[in-house]
């Protein structure tokens, strides 16, 4: 039964792979998202335009992550960058399938859970793209989580920090993480985050004093769609970080009263995909370490595949209007798909095992 379902699903994914690709551009055009930082990190090694001269959704500090790669050409940069990409997003969902000592959880087969998750549509899509900030986002907050499962207060602090590179992804995730820490605790934390934070903050403000309203500029000019849009319009800032708070504390509470913290925190981490700019698949990585989680539990190891297949299915179907119709009507087709993956970690909504793991 298990080939029967591999092999199925590894046609649907190479089939939808193929659709995707062809009328994608070229490999050797850096991608939107990973040119908004090597444009800068090239200026800032060689000389050049300043941040707010060369357009980015990116904070300076973040981008300094990057710098590195700023000493690529553009050809070298498109392939270092989709290859970060790969390795970010590869260690990420195996740091969520780490072995689990909870009740309920099944630790066996590991092939079961991540092979349609590695090769699901919102990996590859990300990877095509070079989305690294998400891959490094999202690494940042498995890693915070599990140090906070393992009592690592100051590298939850640290990593955490680091998982602001997607704040909207990251703060009801940190939130959910807080619930139970004592005061010293949260010192730790403090200084962790501080201890990679500051140095970022302190060298972006020595390169360019401005960067902060530049940022803010840059993001007035984002392009978004979806429910974001929508919160855009209706209830702006204020409404965006009020769900995205109360998703923190819900998830919070849940754990305190003896809910495990993985499952939580990856429930949360879902939910931010829906009140994402949603331009594309990219953002869906976030819901995966949901469909790990299920996948773990007895009963339920299923899901992860039919989650996976499911969207590459609707990928071939879809295909006509995917890529012969406009960007918005495509940009509404691919935040649809996004969503499907978030409304399939519902089952983590159901108590099971012990807290804790």
């Known amino acids: ?27 050797h055009i850096l991608s939107f998202d990973f040119a908004q930082a090597w444009g800068p990190d090239r200026a800032v090694i060689f000389g050049g335009p300043g941040y707010g001269q060369l357009w980015s959704a990116y904070p300076l500090p973040i981008l300094l992550l990057f710098l590195p790669v700023g000493v690529l050409p553009a050809s070298a940069a498109v392939l270092a960058g989709a290859a970060i990409t790969a390795v970010l997003l590869v260690a990420a969902l195996m740091l969520v399938d780490a072995p689990d000592r909870a009740a ?58 680091i998982a602001f590179v997607r704040p909207i992804n990251a703060l009801p995730v940190v939130l959910c993480c807080l619930a139970g820490l004592r005061r010293r605790d949260l010192e730790r934390a403090a200084f962790g985050a501080a201890s990679v934070g500051l140095p970022l903050v302190v060298i972006a403000f020595v390169i360019d004093r401005n960067w902060p309203s530049q940022y803010l500029a840059a993001l007035n000019e984002y392009s978004s769609a979806g429910v ?47 009140l994402t700019p949603t331009n594309g698949l990219y953002t869906a990585v976030f819901a995966l370490p949901a469909l ?4 773990k539990r007895v009963g339920t190891q299923w899901f992860p595949w039919a989650a996976s297949g499911s969207a590459w299915a609707a990928t071939l179907v879809a295909a006509p209007w995917l890529f012969g119709t406009t960007g918005a009507v495509a940009l509404s087709l691919l935040s649809a798909i996004a969503y499907w993956f978030v409304l399939n970690a519902y089952p983590l909504l159901w108590r099971t095992a012990r807290a804790g793991s």
């Open 1 to 27: 039964m298990l080939r029967v379902r591999t092999t199925i699903f590894l046609l649907m994914a190479v089939a939808g792979a193929m659709v995707w690709w062809w009328p994608q551009t070229s490999a």
């Open 104 to 161: 309920g959880v099944d630790a066996r087969a590991k092939t079961n859970r991540l092979l349609p998750i590695l090769l699901s549509l919102p990996v590859l899509a990300s990877i095509e793209d070079t989305h690294a900030f998400s891959a490094l986002g999202l690494l940042a907050l498995v890693a915070a989580v599990r140090a906070r499962q393992r009592g690592q207060i100051f590298l939850f602090g640290l990593a955490a920090a």
């Open 228 to 274: 974001y849009r929508v919160l855009a319009y209706v209830g702006g800032l204020p409404t965006l970080v009020g769900l995205l708070v109360a998703i923190g504390v819900a998830t919070g509470i849940a754990t305190a009263r003896g809910r495990q913290l993985g499952d939580m925190a990856a429930l949360g981490m879902a939910a931010t995909v829906v």
């Open 292 to 295: 790990i989680r299920i996948g």
